[in-house]
């Protein structure tokens, strides 16, 4: 006899075709239902969608409920947790999956404790690090609805194991986190009907059966309801109220009869997955990018600095702004799939959250520049947050009365400087009248770049000094010959087209770079394309260019129009109605292994996606992209792109795919990948890299698009028009190509790192006071600036550095590395501590796992294709 467990629970979008504040009324009143309905034995058990946030913001208003939801939850009636969000696992860090799990675990603590459950039951797909996220919190049980085909198993029990050996005992609930709630409200038929889809393919007696959905209220008659049902299908079914802890518990005894699959899960065989969502609302996935990687690289490194020269880490600060952004990182808020509405009050966390974090850092580097012994006036002092040395050039502003200038390193050893830019700016009381300004209150704002080294979280000094003779390092603008170089790469341009010459390789790659532009009829969810389309492929065919060319940066940019239909019907009619401005530029920094590729246009056309190209003649079947702790192999072709339909699945297998940092494809000769500042989206046709810049569309949700049939997506009884969603106006995007013989997947994610981490700096002065929004305002010294430890250099690891954190009670600084190799091991990683300290490994929750002792050599041991390892070390 099957037994059905039935799980009460809700799911609580925080967000959606409603605002926060909409769904956070029907969450008061829902939650005194929760508690109502537990404390009068009207349920046994409730569990609260897993996510900590929403009691998070209802506790904001009512404080005095914490105790009741302690005891509940200690009673083992109330399930909360382990998550702070519902969030998405393909297009956020892996580093924000991580802190979502940590800030939703440190907050159970005080509510009676979390339920151990990797609980995602409506993420858009299922990334293929999660067993070792998982793991590494001591979780060892999960629970899923998309993404999972037919074909990879059909039991909807199985383990579920990463590359590095991890894995979870997983619950498929194949039939939606909703499935129960014919239970409650179906007619008997329809109850048997559902009693039945759900015990199909279980692997065991044990069926899980969630009731409950979208911001459902409490279902007060289930113990009659099933009490009703067991009386009319007793024979067959067993049905009782029962929660996740107890389910996997029983189906642990049976873990022999189980199989075990590998990898992630994106098909949209059974349950949609949007696999192109990952490129909607692209100006809030590029902010959550560029705070996402402050936050990690810049920010919590940059505090511990100031912690140990004694500006003391403010966490609450540091978890109030990481909230921010996971509240974004939920599966529909970070999907963009939103009324304009909510995807405002979206915008409005991301400009507090970015707010919050910039002036962090602008204040943090002022008082510790101000407070450093012997500091001086034009003294400019540059941070390295990052823990290997840093060698690329640093491209800076600098403010000085003089028109010229020079810079000196602190053995008064003038440092080589290329002047990109400078502008004459007015310092004195602005006037109605430019003639009433006073010419001896004019500074200059100069933009120069220069190398000099860094070593890993430390900063370092030049002085900024007059330059009496001529300029060093003139400008050259050189019209004639359209190309820019450095010692790797010389890129040309001619007639519309680029052509790359790769030195090392001796080959030249022509017409390597262009654009495309195509109809996008789907929705916020997905890309489809248009009923009648028209595909444009753009060249860069203008003859506005210029070139800059120095020591340090080389720069070719090129200015031009696209002239493309203004939307659908002029696209289907093939009238050309609408001009799109750009400006294209491309650098070259000394040494630099990247292309780096700036992107700037004023979107003035509707219903529509551009890609920019890259051409290669790398022949393979597949494709690589970062993952959150590792990388994913992908096929170019999906082996059910041309059955689908047949097949009768939700959504077209199109081999759109997400990339978090980059994409890659290789071959024996050459290796190519692009990475981007806040591009989540690549598709491989044909040995090109399509990269998805943007894609505007009108509606919330369509329905019977070609790429998805039937009922809309979001809200099936209506349209919902997001005219923002078309992303009109001035958009920019940044992107980097790196052109090299293999791929080496660490080498890359490092690069990502130098490319898209700027170093901090200030420069003492009092010409310009509006650097930054709180640069006019004095601020005060520290009495005794510390002197800074010395860190380890991870300069020459073959793995992947992660994060460096400081563990939640203050006393160890937390190094998080992996080895993203989906097939080779590292082995014998050391690292050298400046003095002998005492050692240890953790979790990714910064519990013990194994105590080293004290050590000044850390051998880090071996890692496995995968592995990620978090070295603790005692401050
Ligand atoms: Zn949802």
């Given at each position: 006899m099957k037994k059905?467990?039935?799980?009460?629970?809700?799911?609580?979008?925080?967000?959606?075709?409603?605002?926060?504040?909409?769904?956070?009324?029907?969450?008061?009143?829902?939650?005194?239902?929760?508690?109502?309905?537990?404390?009068?034995?009207?349920?046994?058990?409730?569990?609260?969608?897993?996510?900590?946030?929403?009691?998070?913001?209802?506790?904001?208003?009512?404080?005095?409920?914490?105790?009741?939801?302690?005891?509940?939850?200690?009673?083992?009636?109330?399930?909360?947790?382990?998550?702070?969000?519902?969030?998405?696992?393909?297009?956020?860090?892996?580093?924000?999956?991580?802190k979502n799990l940590q800030i939703g675990i440190d907050m159970s603590k005080r509510l009676g404790g979390h339920t151990s459950l990797g609980y995602l039951p409506d993420s858009f797909g299922q990334g293929k690090d999660m067993p070792k996220i998982y793991n590494g919190f001591g979780i060892t049980d999960a629970v899923f609805w998309r993404g999972m085909p037919n074909e990879v198993t059909k039991s909807r029990e199985f383990y579920w194991a990463a590359e590095d050996g991890s894995k979870v005992l997983t619950i498929n609930i194949r039939n939606g986190y909703y499935a129960g709630v014919a239970l409650v409200e179906g007619e008997l038929y329809q109850k048997k009907a559902m009693l039945e889809l759900v015990s199909e393919d279980s692997a065991t007696e044990i069926v899980t059966l969630p009731v409950g959905g979208d911001q459902r209220a409490v279902d007060r008659d289930l113990k009659a309801i099933i009490q009703d049902v067991n009386e009319q299908f007793g024979t067959e079914y067993k049905i009782e109220e029962s929660n996740y802890p107890h389910i996997f518990n029983l189906l642990r005894e049976k873990t022999n009869e189980l199989p075990?699959?590998?990898?992630?899960?994106?098909?949209?065989?059974?349950?949609?997955?949007?696999?192109?969502?990952?490129?909607?609302?692209?100006?809030?996935?590029?902010?959550?990018?560029?705070?996402?990687?402050?936050?990690?690289?810049?920010?919590?490194?940059?505090?511990?600095?100031?912690?140990?020269?004694?500006?003391?880490?403010?966490?609450?600060?540091?978890?109030?702004?990481?909230?921010?952004?996971l509240k974004n990182h939920a599966h529909d808020s970070i999907g963009g799939c939103n009324t304009d509405k909510t995807n405002e009050m979206i915008l409005a966390r991301y400009k507090e959250a970015d707010q919050l974090s910039y002036s962090t850092i602008d204040y943090l580097v002022r008082k510790i520049s101000e407070s450093i012994q012997g500091i001086k006036e034009n003294d400019l002092i540059l941070f390295n947050t990052l823990p290997y040395t840093r060698t690329d050039p640093y491209v800076?502003?600098?403010?000085?009365?003089?028109?010229?200038?020079?810079?000196?390193?602190?053995?008064?050893?003038?440092?080589?400087?290329?002047?990109?830019?400078?502008?004459?700016?007015?310092?004195?009381?602005?006037?109605r009248s430019e003639s009433d300004y006073d010419e001896a209150k004019y500074y200059y704002i100069?933009?120069?770049?220069?190398?000099?080294?860094?070593?890993?979280?430390?900063?370092?000094?030049?002085?900024?000094?007059?330059?009496?003779?001529?300029?060093?390092?003139?400008?050259?603008?050189?019209?004639?010959?359209?190309?820019?170089?450095?010692?790797?790469?010389?890129?040309?341009?001619?007639?519309?087209?680029?052509?790359?010459?790769?030195?090392?390789?001796?080959?030249?790659?022509?017409?390597?770079?262009?654009?495309?532009?195509?109809?996008?009829?789907?929705?916020?969810?997905?890309?489809?394309?248009?009923?009648?389309?028209?595909?444009?492929?753009?060249?860069?065919?203008?003859?506005?260019?210029?070139?800059?060319?120095?020591?340090?940066?080389?720069?070719?940019?090129?200015?031009?129009?696209?002239?493309?239909?203004?939307?659908?019907?002029?696209?289907?009619?093939g009238e050309i109605n609408v001009q799109i401005d750009y400006t294209f530029t491309l650098s070259l920094s000394k040494d630099s292994k990247r292309i780096d590729m700036n992107v700037k246009l004023n979107n003035q056309a509707m219903d529509h996606r551009m890609r920019l190209v890259v051409k290669t003649p790398v022949k393979t079947q597949v494709s690589y992209a970062d993952t959150l702790f590792g990388i994913v192999e992908r096929n170019n072709q999906d082996p059910h792109i041309h059955d689908w339909k047949k097949l009768g699945w939700k959504e077209e297998p199109t081999e759109i795919y997400p990339m978090i940092h980059y994409s890659t494809i290789h071959d024996d000769t050459s290796s190519?990948?692009?990475?981007?500042?806040?591009?989540?989206?690549?598709?491989?046709?044909?040995?090109?890299?399509?990269?998805?810049?943007?894609?505007?569309?009108?509606?919330?949700?369509?329905?019977?698009?070609?790429?998805?049939?039937?009922?809309?997506?979001?809200?099936?009884?209506?349209y919902i028009p997001t005219p923002d969603s078309q992303l009109l106006g001035n958009l920019e995007m940044a992107l980097s190509l790196i052109i090299t013989d293999d791929f080496d997947p660490a080498m890359i994610q490092k690069e990502y790192q130098i490319y898209s981490v700027t170093s901090p700096?200030?420069?003492?002065?009092?010409?310009?006071?509006?650097?930054?929004?709180?640069?006019?305002?004095?601020?005060?010294?520290?009495?005794?600036?510390?002197?800074?430890?010395?860190?380890?250099?991870?300069?020459?690891?073959?793995?992947?550095?992660?994060?460096?954190?400081?563990?939640?009670?203050?006393?160890?600084?937390?190094?998080?590395?992996?080895?993203?190799?989906?097939?080779?091991?590292?082995?014998?990683?050391?690292?050298?501590?400046?003095?002998?300290?005492?050692?240890r490994f953790v979790d990714l929750n910064g519990d013990l796992l194994e105590s080293l002792g004290k050590l000044k050599e850390v051998s880090l041991g071996s890692f496995k294709p995968g592995e990620i390892k978090t070295v603790s070390i005692q401050r």
């Open positions: 059905i467990h039935v799980v009460a629970h809700t799911h609580w979008d925080r967000e959606w075709y409603f605002s926060d504040n909409e769904a956070f009324i029907q969450f008061s009143y829902h939650m005194d239902e929760v508690i109502y309905a537990l404390e009068k034995n009207e349920l046994d058990y409730y569990y609260l969608d897993g996510q900590l946030s929403i009691i998070d913001d209802y506790l904001k208003v009512y404080p005095e409920k914490e105790t009741k939801i302690k005891e509940l939850v200690e009673a083992n009636k109330l399930f909360i947790g382990p998550w702070y969000t519902q969030m998405d696992e393909f297009v956020v860090a892996g580093e924000s999956v991580v075990t699959v590998q990898g992630e899960f994106m098909s949209g065989s059974v349950s949609k997955i949007h696999r192109s969502i990952y490129s909607s609302r692209y100006d809030l996935k590029k902010l959550n990018d560029t705070i996402e990687n402050r936050l990690i690289f810049q920010l919590e490194p940059l505090m511990l600095m100031a912690d140990d020269l004694g500006i003391p880490f403010k966490r609450e600060l540091l978890d109030y702004i990481w909230k921010l952004l800076v502003e600098v403010s000085t009365k003089h028109e010229k200038i020079r810079l000196f390193d602190e053995m008064n050893n003038e440092v080589d400087s290329q002047i990109l830019s400078t502008e004459k700016v007015y310092a004195g009381e602005v006037r100069h933009k120069v770049s220069f190398r000099k080294e860094t070593r890993p979280l430390g900063y370092t000094i030049v002085t900024v000094k007059e330059q009496t003779g001529s300029n060093s390092s003139v400008i050259a603008l050189n019209v004639e010959d359209k190309h820019i170089e450095n010692e790797l790469y010389k890129i040309s341009f001619s007639k519309g087209k680029f052509s790359i010459l790769v030195k090392n390789q001796g080959k030249t790659y022509e017409n390597c770079l262009y654009m495309e532009e195509s109809g996008d009829e789907g929705d916020t969810y997905d890309y489809s394309p248009a009923y009648h389309d028209k595909v444009y492929q753009l060249n860069f065919d203008t003859t506005d260019i210029t070139v800059q060319t120095g020591a340090f940066l080389s720069t070719m940019t090129l200015n031009g129009q696209w002239s493309l239909p203004k939307d659908l019907h002029a696209r289907k009619v190519w990948s692009i990475m981007s500042k806040g591009i989540k989206e690549y598709q491989v046709i044909d040995s090109s890299l399509y990269i998805t810049l943007f894609r505007g569309v009108g509606f919330l949700g369509r329905p019977e698009l070609l790429r998805r049939p039937g009922d809309a997506s979001g809200n099936q009884y209506r700096y200030y420069q003492v002065q009092t010409l310009n006071r509006f650097t930054n929004p709180i640069q006019y305002f004095q601020s005060n010294k520290v009495d005794q600036l510390n002197s800074l430890k010395e860190f380890i250099d991870l300069n020459n690891s073959k793995l992947v550095f992660s994060v460096l954190e400081l563990s939640r009670d203050g006393q160890w600084v937390n190094i998080r590395l992996y080895n993203p190799s989906l097939t080779e091991a590292v082995t014998n990683e050391k690292i050298t501590l400046a003095t002998e300290s005492t050692v």
